[in-house]
């Protein structure tokens, strides 16, 4: 069961985790609380596709000891509902910001939703890492990949939208 949720972990912590999940999405959709016809192509396509990659790509590192283990359950929740449903929000609302302005922003949310996944699940956490010395280098280390999100976004939206792959729209962007 540790593998499923972790050591020490309830239904109760998840339920926690996913309100803070609900909370944030709030926030994040206030600006734009309606998903514009043209652009709900590459919502569901960024959905699934970061889905998939950040899921499958949590084990993978873990397993190659670049990640430490995360509970089958919080991996899935944390690909699927905040990178999936949520950072795919966040990019519908800042894709036309300056790229330093959406890397701050998604690495900031992301540091403040693995500091709680952290307080609540345990999850997140490692002694040192790349040689730093403090429990929190690797959570702050894993918030700025997050930041790459709207970047790595644009560039798939970019190339597969010129050639009209999936139906996705390229908005021409300053």
Known sequence: MNDILGANNSLLDYALVVLLYGLMFLLIRYPRPHLELNYRTNYFFLVILWAFLMFTGNYLFYRLGVMTFLPWLNNLLHSCVWVGLCLGWLY???????????????????????????????????????GIRNPYAYLVVMSIVDGFYPIISQWIIQALGRKSTFGIYAPRLA
Do not use: N
């Not at 894709?95 to 690495?107: C, M, N, T, Y």
């Open 92 to 130: 519908y609302c800042a894709h036309e910001r300056p790229l330093w302005e959406q890397f701050i922003l998604f690495a900031f949310t992301s540091f403040l939703v693995k500091m709680a996944e952290h307080a609540v699940l345990g999850s997140w956490a490692r002694d040192s890492y790349l």
